[in-house]
């Protein structure tokens, strides 16, 4: 199936540093990726959609300018965390949607823990 | 009312048991339809998707959709210890370019020896 990766797999930085997250497609090329938030027990939260060669799409209460999203290359998307503070604290995760002919599913990445003290 | 609604659980079943987990949901655009395993701490394990109404079996895992329903199952045969995690549903409106998962909530499963 299909594979993506997710580095690192958990982070604990200080309050006010950024911290950047790689969520790469290992064995196909991911046009679109998305990257999720979860808290504890609660679903996924969409925070935006990241599609190559273009800005990303961020959803409504999503601060664009605190979650920088790039997506330079096919197999690769990066989320920034800008100037953390502890609220920031959860664990991201990243999807990248199917290669052609495997339905509208996505493939999800498995997650970075993220702690800011 | 969410769009997607599904039981949160806990359910717990002894080991061997059939187990059925079932989301409803409300937008009749919905065209296609996954389930999600996902264990504590990792990212959710894409374990079905289907499009079409009806059953998809793979090994001890079956699908059913329902769309006049809207009402997609998943069932669970011979459950193991191992198949204790949350199972997540999840659909999209098949939109093109921008394919966003509307999720349910998640149910959590715990199967006991």
């Known amino acids: 199936g299909a594979v993506v990766s997710q580095h690192p797999s958990r982070v604990i930085c200080k309050s006010g540093t950024s911290v950047k997250i790689e969520c790469r497609s290992l064995?196909?090329?991911?046009?679109?990726m998305f990257w999720y938030r979860q808290f504890p027990k609660k679903s996924l939260m969409l925070m935006a959609t990241?599609?190559?060669?273009?800005?990303?799409?961020?959803e409504q209460g999503v601060e664009k300018d605190k979650f920088l999203i790039n997506h330079a290359s096919l197999t690769l998307s990066t989320l920034t965390v800008t100037s953390a503070h502890p609220e920031d604290s959860s664990f991201y995760i990243c999807?990248?949607?199917?290669?052609?002919?495997?339905?509208?599913?996505?493939?999800f990445g498995p997650g970075t823990r993220l702690l800011v003290l | 009312q969410k769009e997607v609604e599904q039981d949160p659980g806990p359910l717990s079943v002894p080991e061997g048991a059939i187990v059925s987990l079932n989301c409803t949901y409300s937008?009749?655009?919905?065209?296609?339809f996954m389930w999600y395993r996902q264990y504590s701490r990792k990212g959710p394990e894409l374990l079905m998707y289907?499009?079409?109404?009806g059953n998809k079996e793979d090994g001890r895992f079956t699908a059913q959709v329902d769309k006049s329903s809207k009402y997609i199952s998943l069932f669970i045969r011979d459950s193991q210890p191992s198949d204790s995690a949350t199972y997540l549903c999840?659909?999209?409106?098949?939109?093109?370019?921008?394919?966003?998962?509307?999720f349910g909530t998640g149910t959590r499963l715990q199967v006991t020896l």
């Open positions: 999807s990248a949607r199917a290669p052609s002919g495997r339905g509208e599913t996505q493939y």
């Open positions: 064995d196909f090329q991911a046009t679109t």
């Open positions: 990241s599609n190559e060669g273009s800005k990303a799409t961020y």
């Open positions: 937008n009749s655009a919905f065209q296609y």
């Open positions: 289907t499009y079409s109404s």
């Open positions: 999840a659909m999209t409106r098949n939109t093109g370019t921008a394919s966003k998962l509307t």
